[in-house]
């Protein structure tokens, strides 16, 4: 089974910047569409942005324009620069493939106003 590993998270004033990293193990990595979720507390994870093999992408409206995902196949990474953020991104965020597998342990990312 491949594992994802999250980094990156942290504590960050509104406006300010992250870079999310997700490392997979595996060699199905290239092969699969990968996305970032996150689930703020009390609400449902949510996909906020996607990326397939072969590099499309697509964000949610509520980041779209502030966050970007890429990916290195030939490292097995995944990121997320998430750019001007707001107390409203403050979630615990995951890295998965499309459609999601089993669950890692995430990485917080606080958003203080």
């Known amino acids: 089974q491949a594992q994802l590993v999250e980094s990156g998270g942290g504590l960050v004033q509104a406006g300010g910047s992250l870079r999310l990293s997700c490392a997979a193990s595996g060699s199905i990595f290239k092969l699969y569409s990968m996305g970032w979720y996150r689930q703020a507390p009390g609400k449902q994870r949510e996909l906020v942005a996607s990326?397939?093999?072969?590099?499309?992408?697509d964000y949610a409206d509520s980041v779209k324009g502030r966050f970007t995902i890429s990916r290195d196949n030939s490292k097995n990474t995944v990121d997320l620069q998430m750019n001007s953020l707001k107390p409203e991104d403050t979630a615990v965020y995951y890295c998965?493939?499309?459609?999601?597998?089993?669950w890692g342990q995430g990485t917080q990312v606080t958003v203080s106003s």
């Open positions: 998965n493939y499309l459609p999601a597998r089993s």
């Open positions: 990326i397939t093999s072969g590099g499309n992408i």
